[in-house]
């Protein structure tokens, strides 16, 4: 945890205290104080005193201003209570469905989504991709149209390949019946909203697909949660599976979470994640949390694919690499 | 310029503003999802209202902006629901 300079005003440094920094060995994207300042919403002198009272520099730029891990500037943001911080912002509007009442969680919607994919190695613009499809199917919808392009051409900023696909999403209501796993999800409830022992906070990919590193650091989102999730159910007896997603709005945002063969037979999803970051909105109907437990909403997009593996997948220069994958989904009337 | 163009072109300048077509995808023209956001923020500030998923999911063109604040500026968008509950638990 790092020391709080008196600079700070109360929020900032309650936010800096409880940070818990991404190792310096996990670092995989940094931004300059400019980028800085536009994540956090804040003046230069808060973010010169969260420098001065702890927050990890990462190095510093050709002009001599520090450079700083990205995860570690969205979640002193998350934590400030500021109002203004990207990642506030981004959850309050995501969740905004959450507070509204569960009928409109429910029945079916159409979507088009559409989705970009970019290689991130460039100079090798042969080799073919795997992308994932997706499946609204597992919560009873339907993928009514799925093409995909390979937009052609390398450029420096990489590869690219699109897809386009014009779904019916189902949110459906399924409650869980096995009483060890509402044990079990409560328990996770509880541990991250009232006892604390794990903090929610986004996390680079190295620790989040490491469920164990990250339950080291005390640290816990939606890939980490849906692995460790998945390993406790089926230390119980049960069927269980993760399952990659996306939640669509005005933004989109990658998700992951639970699924397990309940006593009944019938798969229910588990996704306290969620529940968490539509409590930390504090506008949540108080019906979500246990709508986290069995069922999914009507703009939950299941993907073909596990928690912490990558929905596309470039193969050039005889190995996958790394891509990075835009979705970006519009309601349909 | 209409309201709804003049709050987006606070946001994303002016310039950019006027290159997009009432139609246009404002995502795919290039406005990011930080802009997207604060947009939305701006709406709820400037008319004293929170806005609901339903209203967030027409700011997806210049002509969705503008029939939201249609509808805002006759007083049509609805404050949405309660403060947070406790989590609930068996």
Not at chain 2, 48 to 70: C, F, K, N, P, Q
Request: charge should be negative; proline fraction near 5%.
């Amino acid at each position: 945890m790092a020391t709080v300079s008196r600079a700070l005003t109360d929020q900032w440094s309650v936010a800096l205290a409880g940070l818990v920094p991404v190792p310096a060995r996990h670092r995989e994207r940094v931004v300059s104080q400019v980028e800085a300042l536009g994540i956090l919403g804040c003046s230069q002198a808060t973010l010169e005193g969260l420098v001065e009272g702890g927050l990890p520099v990462a190095g510093m730029d050709a002009v001599g201003e520090p450079l700083i891990d990205f995860y570690d500037i969205i979640n002193v943001g998350l934590y400030s209570g500021s109002g203004v911080s990207l990642g506030e912002l981004g959850g309050s509007v995501l969740m905004r469905f959450a507070a509204e009442p569960p009928d409109r969680w429910l029945g079916k919607r159409r979507w088009e989504i559409t989705c970009e994919y970019r290689c991130q190695a460039t100079g090798f613009p042969d080799g073919g991709w795997t992308i994932a499809r997706p499946r609204p199917d597992v919560s009873d919808g339907s993928c009514d149209e799925w093409a995909r392009s390979q937009a052609g051409g390398g450029s420096e900023r990489g590869f690219l390949a699109a897809a386009r696909g014009l779904l019916e999403l189902q949110g459906v209501h399924r409650q869980v019946v096995a009483p060890a796993v509402r044990r079990v999800f409560w328990e996770w409830l509880n541990d991250i909203v009232v006892g604390q022992r794990l903090r929610f906070q986004w996390l680079p990919p190295s620790i989040r697909s490491e469920p164990e590193l990250a339950r080291g650091l005390g640290l816990i989102e939606c890939v980490s949660a849906s692995l460790m999730l998945e390993t406790e159910v089926r230390a119980l007896g049960f069927e269980a599976r993760t399952r990659t997603g996306h939640v669509l709005g005005l933004v989109s945002v990658e998700h992951a979470w639970t699924e397990f063969r309940d006593d009944d037979g019938q798969w229910k999803f588990l996704d306290p994640i969620l529940a968490v970051v539509a409590q930390r909105t504090g506008r949540a109907h108080p019906d979500f949390a246990e709508f986290c437990l069995g069922s999914i909403a009507n703009r939950v997009v299941p993907w073909d694919c596990p928690a912490g593996e990558a929905l596309a997948v470039h193969h050039c220069h005889g190995a996958p690499s790394h891509v990075v994958t835009k979705v970006a989904g519009a309601a349909v009337p | 310029m209409s309201t709804g163009r003049a709050l987006l072109a606070e946001l994303i300048g002016p310039a950019f503003t006027a290159r997009l077509g009432a139609g246009a995808d404002l995502v795919r023209s290039g406005v990011n999802s930080g802009d997207l956001v604060r947009l939305a923020l701006l709406l709820e500030e400037r008319y004293g209202v929170a806005l609901s998923a339903h209203d967030l999911e027409e700011l997806r063109t210049v002509d969705g902006i503008e029939a939201l604040v249609d509808r805002l500026e006759a007083g049509g968008a609805v404050r949405s629901a309660a403060d947070a509950a406790p989590i609930q638990s068996d």
